[in-house]
């Protein structure tokens, strides 16, 4: 059984920095690639950044140049330095398999953005 567990949520404020992790066991985590996702209140949850197994990466548009996904292979983590921190970055997020078929999600991280 894979388990996600993500932590580092918390309060910012705008223009303030996060870093999330997130801990997987139960798969051979080297040679998936991983993403970070997020799902505000009344909206859909959403892919923001992606890596691959090599290290190469992908983000969505609203956080290139700000977000940086990483992973340690060793450690089986997965990890997402929030930089300049906007209100819309307000979610819980998730990490998980790059898109297709994911695994059972984890609780989430909490990132809240408000003065």
């Known amino acids: 059984q894979v388990q996600l567990v993500e932590s580092g949520g918390g309060l910012v404020q705008p223009g303030g920095s996060l870093r999330l992790s997130c801990a997987v066991s139960?798969?051979?985590?080297?040679?998936?690639?991983m993403g970070w996702y997020r799902q505000a209140p009344g909206k859909q949850r959403e892919l923001v950044a992606l890596i691959s197994s090599g290290g190469n990466t992908n983000y969505a548009d609203s956080v290139k140049g700000r977000f940086t996904i990483s992973r340690d292979n060793a450690k089986n983590t997965v990890a997402l330095q929030m930089n300049s921190l906007k209100p819309e970055d307000a979610a819980v997020y998730y990490c998980?398999?790059?898109?297709?078929?994911?695994?059972?999600w984890g609780q989430g991280a909490q990132v809240t953005v408000s003065s």
């Open positions: 139960g798969a051979i985590f080297r040679i998936n690639v």
């Open positions: 998980n398999k790059g898109p297709g078929t994911l695994w059972p």
